[in-house]
T-cell receptor
């Protein structure tokens, strides 16, 4: 069975600080996808990134970066120079490839509060 | 319109009422989903429709009744709800075989 753990329930930082959100997953499949979503106060889950299990290259998109480490089953998300608009709940999710359920399992989310 | 649209955004209903939540997607996706998001709990998958057929029902009480008349529309019919059913109900859509989900903004439901 697949499982996603986001151990940090809430993180509070001051604007311009860097912050890393942790995500640890469990799966028996060798082929799977990992996701990060952002949920601002408006409620909609906004897709941020999808990474397949065969691609361990780290990815950077502006102030966002992701560190995928299969050896530790982690897919951590770092926001550099945080801004107030980054305040949201962030969800990590895991989806197993064909042969397993393709429906993602979500972590409990990490609430990020960025203070001005 | 683009994306996934949910109506209403907010709903307050009594325990004896009957109401429906609506979801519409304009992305050409062929799978649609209902999720429940309660405070302090992980996202709970309720129903999955693929090609307009229900393919998953995660032990959801019968007071929740989904309907998918076509690939663009999904409803969640509610009747005789309980206060613990108060939550954010999120609709999502995807194309089977593609692992990207698009979510709506949700309906904030309060049962009084």
């Amino acid at each position: 069975a697949q499982k996603v753990t986001q151990a940090q329930t809430e993180i509070s930082v001051v604007e311009k600080e860097d912050v890393t959100l942790d995500c640890v997953y469990e799966t028996r499949d060798t082929t799977y996808y990992l996701f990060w979503y952002k949920q601002p106060p408006s409620g909609e889950l906004v897709f941020l990134i999808r990474r397949n299990s065969f691609d361990e290259q780290n990815e950077i998109s502006g102030r966002y970066s992701w560190n995928f480490q299969k050896s530790t089953s982690s897919f951590n998300f770092t926001i550099t120079a945080s801004q107030v608009v980054d305040s949201a709940v962030y969800f990590c999710a895991l989806s197993e490839a064909p042969g397993g359920s393709y429906i993602p399992t979500f972590g409990r989310g990490t609430s990020l509060i960025v203070h001005p | 319109e683009t994306g996934v649209t949910q109506t209403p955004r907010h709903l307050v209903m009594g325990m004896t009422n009957k109401k429906s939540l609506k979801c519409e997607q304009h992305l050409g996706h062929n799978a649609m989903y209902w999720y429940k998001q309660s405070a302090k709990k992980p996202l709970e998958l309720m129903f999955v429709y693929s090609l307009e057929e229900r393919v998953e029902n995660n032990s959801v009480p019968s007071r929740f009744s989904p309907e998918c008349p076509n690939s663009s529309h999904l409803f969640l019919h509610l009747h005789t709800l309980q206060p613990e059913d108060s939550a954010l109900y999120l609709c999502a859509s995807s194309q089977t075989g593609d692992y990207g989900y698009t979510f709506g903004s949700g309906t904030r439901l309060t049962v009084v």
